[in-house]
């Protein structure tokens, strides 16, 4: 792990208490919002409640605005990030498990491990089964490895992939976002129309 604030500005030693503290900021905000609830997450799914969708595509949209505003004031150089490897049957087999645990379960990773921390039960047993996946995961990973390892198609990105121009990209994604907004507001109040 590299240093938290380059520069020398705080020595290295105080990364980890920082990170404490920032994932504790974090965990609060959680709370505060309502994602330790799993009728947050069940709501995206089920169509009564869009605030995760609202929040992911916010959390996204400014993301990608700001890396790529910095790259052009010239604080930030965009070639020199990490891109992860695409597996690109592990990144499907993958996802298809994770939605459906998100969907059954009612929680993300993050969101479970709040919920556990102010006590629910039903956290408690989604993370119980999250330990028990990586545990089935890791004995039988000789099995899986193919698959894991499998069809790596390198550092890339959609805009590297077909050539496309990333300031296009971000504009269009971001008209995604408020269509996304507009359309989850329709269906919500279709949603609540009929069932209350």
Same mark, same amino acid.
């Given at each position: ?18 990170? +404490?503290? /920032?994932?504790?900021?974090?965990? =609060? ?7 330790? *609830? ?12 869009? #605030? ?10 400014? *993301? $990608? ?11 930030? %150089? ?12 592990? #990144?499907?087999?993958?996802?298809? /498990?994770?939605? #459906?645990? =998100?969907?059954?379960?009612? =929680? ?13 039960? %039903?956290?408690? +047993? ?5 330990? $028990?996946? $990586? =545990? !089935? ?22 805009? %590297? ?10 504009? !269009? ?9 507009? !359309?989850?507001?329709? $269906? ?9």
């Amino acid at each position: 792990m590299g240093p938290l604030i380059p520069g020398g500005y705080i020595p290295l030693e105080w990364d980890s208490i920082i990170a +404490i503290f /920032i994932g504790i900021a974090f965990g =609060f905000v959680l709370e505060a919002s309502g994602f330790s *609830s799993s009728r947050k997450l069940a709501g995206v799914f089920y169509g009564y409640d869009f #605030a995760v969708l609202k929040v992911f595509f916010t959390a996204a949209a400014v *993301s $990608v605005i700001g890396i790529y505003y910095m790259d052009y004031l010239g604080y930030l %150089d965009i070639s020199k990030l990490y891109v992860h490897p695409t597996y690109l049957w592990g #990144a499907i087999i993958g996802g298809i /498990i994770m939605g #459906a645990g =998100f969907v059954t379960g009612g =929680f993300c990773p993050g969101t479970s491990l709040c919920a556990v921390a102010i006590g629910k039960l %039903d956290a408690w +047993i989604y993370v119980f089964g999250i330990m $028990v996946g $990586v =545990f !089935i995961f890791s004995e039988l990973f000789n099995l899986f490895e193919p698959i894991y390892d499998g069809y790596n198609f390198g550092n890339i990105t959609l805009i %590297d992939s077909f050539g496309w121009n990333p300031y296009w990209v971000i504009f !269009i994604f971001a008209i995604i976002a408020v269509l996304a907004f507009g !359309i989850a507001d329709l $269906v919500r109040k279709k949603i609540k129309s009929v069932f209350y």
